[in-house]
């Protein structure tokens, strides 16, 4: 007999899927209804392919049927016996399943009812009365009959305290979920609540829980209700997080909604209080700006542009995104000099005097800037050049530019290159981007408030490139002469003039610097310093700046100049003054400390006194080392920090002819090596030897300091010069030096760094310097200061270089090598 429940039960779920006559179709049974002795399923049943359900035991399930073998199957079976087997696709995509398409597990189903649509469609109400196994297709034609075999569900756990407590997890979780997801029928929880059968109500929130195809076969296929419950909870308990989870998200969205909207309006009503004060900041903000380009003076197209820029302002929310982008765009517009310069000072003798003040040496570079004043004078208007200062590090580059910008009264600006990779530094981000700025060049011309001002390009041979873009490229725009008189910025959209900024650029090699850009500006190269003019520097602005900085006065340090030289000999190594500024700056440091603690300083300490403080030597002066070894020769090399010397030592044992080169040298000077020795080799009778000379005896070529990385071409000759030594064991001449490239010919070539080597020898205490014809040139284009106590020899051969380096004179103890 039908419980009070289930009579209740009986109308929920199908209010829509009636007859023609209006009969209420029950979709819960009695017990008696859903149990179906295993007798009762025949042998063999019509295959009913389900896409995307499961049918259940004792579950009710409305099935649109659509396919043609399907419609004939559902009515043949509706006429008979009303059983069918349901199953489901393995894939739902196939049209026409096979018996192999199909999951082996389904349910014996009741048709209860066969609907025709009025769409014209069919719908079976099945209820599933049996788990069974289809085993094999009997039929296929003119639809799938398949043999099966009943797997009723193995109920003997059914009765103990777990199943119960999972049975009760079930409902409780289901009728959340219910709860939670507004898209699953909420009469569902009254289903739920009042089902007593606990196999029919596993199997009721199995069919009607959110899972897919592939979990509800999963939860078919268990053999026991206990183990199909246990997954069902797991399912459910996985649905519940991400319900819970997705709630929350949605309150948390609906809460910044409902924030959103409630700043909205307040910012409404503000501003309709503000109209009403007449206190409106936008209104304000957008005067400010009319108010501003009134005194602007540029072009018919900038003023259209900002024009129809500030009605675009006008039109913008002030909580939009936009809108600051736009406030910053007009702001730059406004803040540009755009035709405004600062008056230039003509006075030659003015501009000559603060560059000499602020800067020893240089002449050069001096030379151009007042060039450049003194066509401005004549001409009246004149395009800035585009300077490039390359060096070593720390002999003034980059401070020159702000003496130069001092001398001629302009303002002066400084952007640095080193390590920049993205081009949007330069030409600045579109700004349709929210946070899109204009370029570092623009922005410095908007700090300089000018539209000439001395503009510092630092460090322009440290420039990146990535993925963002090459800046190197788009500096060629900025320091075109013909082109940056319309430099066009992404941000600004417009193009500004930059043909009056005097750019100022500083690198310290030209080498990582493209061809095309440097090409594009007049090179002027800043050498190091000697030692007078470093001792200069010290005595004029280093010394003077130290103490101001320090706070300590003129009468209370001082250093002579014989201090001074052993400070810069042994303390420092550069061609600048970088270093020597930094030990100055600690001997300062300590006279203050002493000052501070009330001491009586020492006024002009000596050199024992700065030792204290400075600690040991760092540097031991580049010294020759006489010539009373054969096969020891001096050579000259260049450094980024300046030149240096260095000695070639060659030595000579008992072997088979080997060469061995040491010292940490590159593959350049390696290969000068072995072209000094087969030259040699081949021309042995020009220097006193036999043919075999080489035969018995192995070469070990060694270049000190080791830990240093030595190439390049200009040691050839001296290595030429070192190994002719070893072997004729003949002395080298004093105080001589030599630089030069060597061919396999014999040729002496001209080689780079001549400056800086020159001071080198001159550190060095050397009277002679070796150098290819082709260096002349070099050498006449240096200051006589720099040259003076020394004497030059040009070569043209290598036997020409050991004419002038090698005594006829032996070394003590020589040995027999033929």
């Not at 501003?292 to 929310?317: H, M, R, Y």
């Not at 061809?515 to 010394?543: F, Q, W």
């Not at 002493?594 to 050199?607: L, N, R, T, V």
Request: net charge neutral.
């Amino acid at each position: 007999m039908k419980s009070k429940q289930n009579k209740a039960l009986n109308n929920i779920f199908l209010p829509e899927i009636v007859d023609n006559e209006g009969e209420i179709i029950p979709i819960i049974a009695d017990n008696d209804d859903m149990e179906m002795d295993e007798s009762q399923v025949p042998d063999e049943l019509p295959v009913l392919s389900l896409r995307n359900n499961v049918l259940f035991p004792g579950v009710v399930l409305p099935i649109s049927i659509g396919r043609a073998k399907s419609v004939k199957l559902i009515r043949d079976a509706y006429q008979g016996d009303r059983l069918v087997g349901a199953v489901a696709q393995v894939d739902p995509e196939i049209e026409d399943p096979r018996f192999t398409d199909l999951h082996r597990i389904g349910t014996a189903g009741h048709i209860i009812k066969l609907l025709e649509m009025p769409d014209g469609s069919t719908t079976a109400i099945i209820q599933g009365r049996k788990r069974i196994e289809f085993t094999e297709a009997v039929k296929t034609d003119p639809y799938l009959i398949a043999r099966v075999i009943v797997r009723p569900e193995q109920k003997t756990k059914e009765r103990t305290r777990e199943f119960d407590a999972i049975v009760s997890s079930l409902k409780d979780l289901s009728l959340r979920i219910i709860k939670l997801n507004p898209t699953m029928a909420q009469e569902a929880s009254f289903a739920i609540k009042n089902i007593e059968n606990k196999s029919y109500l596993i199997n009721f929130i199995c069919s009607n829980t959110e899972l897919k195809v592939k979990e509800k076969q999963r939860l078919l296929e268990a053999n026991s209700l206990h183990d199909r419950g246990i997954m069902l909870l797991e399912n459910l308990v996985q649905e519940m997080q991400l319900l819970e989870l997705k709630n929350e998200l949605q309150s948390k969205v609906k809460s910044d909604l409902d924030q959103q909207q409630r700043e909205f309006m307040l910012l409404q009503q503000m501003k309709t209080i503000q109209n009403e004060l007449g206190d409106n900041p936008q209104e304000k903000e957008i005067e400010e700006f009319r108010e501003k380009a009134k005194d602007k003076k540029w072009t018919g197209e900038v003023e259209e542009v900002f024009e129809k820029e500030l009605n675009k302002l006008q039109k913008l929310n002030p909580a939009a995104a936009e809108y600051s982008v736009q406030v910053n765009y007009l702001q730059t517009l406004v803040d540009l000099p755009w035709g405004e310069f600062t008056e230039d000072n003509l006075d030659l003798e003015h501009a000559r005097n603060i560059l000499d003040q602020d800067h020893y040496g240089l002449e050069e570079v001096k030379d151009r800037i007042l060039e450049h004043l003194a066509v401005i004078k004549l001409k009246g208007n004149l395009k800035s050049p585009i300077l490039c200062l390359y060096g070593p590090p720390g002999v003034g580059k980059t401070s020159l530019g702000r003496s130069v910008a001092r001398a001629l009264g302009r303002q002066y600006v400084r952007m640095s290159l080193g390590g920049l990779h993205d081009e949007a530094e330069i030409r600045g981000h579109r700004k349709t981007y929210i946070g899109a700025m204009p370029g570092r060049v623009i922005q410095n011309i908007k700090k300089a408030a000018s539209s000439n001002p001395v503009f510092i390009l630092d460090e322009i041979d440290k420039v990146g490139k990535d993925f963002r873009g090459d800046p190197a490229s788009a500096l060629l725009e900025v320091l075109d002469p013909e082109q940056n008189s319309a430099f066009h910025d992404n941000f600004l959209e417009l193009d500004y003039d930059l043909s009056n900024v005097l750019f100022i650029a500083t690198a310290n090699t030209l080498s990582t610097i493209s061809p095309a850009l440097r090409d594009r500006m007049e090179l002027i190269e800043i050498n190091g310093y000697l030692l007078e003019e470093k001792i200069e520097i010290a005595r004029r602005h280093l010394l003077p700046k130290q103490l101001d900085n320090h706070g300590v006065k003129k009468t209370q340090f001082r250093l002579n100049r014989s201090v001074l030289t052993g400070l810069i000999d042994n303390y420092t190594r550069e061609s600048g003054v970088r270093e020597l500024d930094k030990r100055l700056a600690k001997l300062i440091r300590s006279t203050a400390r002493d000052i501070a603690y009330g001491k009586e300083p020492d006024i002009s300490p000596d050199y024992e006194k700065i030792s204290s403080i400075l600690g040991p030597p760092k540097y031991n002066r580049e010294q020759y080392s006489g010539n009373e070894q054969a096969g020891v020769v001096t050579g000259l090399a260049w450094t980024a920090a300046g030149g240096e010397i260095l000695f070639i030592e060659t030595s000579l044992s008992r072997g088979t002819g080997k060469l061995t080169l040491t010292g940490n040298l590159g593959d350049v000077m390696k290969e000068s090596a072995i072209i000094a020795l087969e030259y040699l080799k081949s021309h042995a009778d020009l220097i006193g030897l036999p043919d075999n000379f080489s035969d018995n005896w192995n070469v070990h070529l060694h270049v000190p300091e080791g830990a240093i990385p030595k190439d390049g071409p200009s040691a050839g000759i001296t290595m030429a010069a070192s190994m002719a030594s070893a072997f004729t064991q003949r002395k080298v001449k004093k105080n001589i030096a030599m630089t030069g490239e060597i061919t396999l010919r014999g040729k002496v070539l001209p080689v780079g760094g001549i400056k800086e080597k020159i001071l080198a020898a001159r550190r060095a205490g050397l009277k002679e310097i070796i150098l290819s014809s082709g260096n002349r040139k070099d050498v006449n284009s240096i200051k006589d200061v720099y040259l003076k106590g020394l004497k030059f020899s040009y070569v043209e051969t290598i036997m020409d270089v050991l004419d002038l380096s090698l005594l006829k004179q032996k070394v003590v103890n020589p040995k027999r090598i033929v």
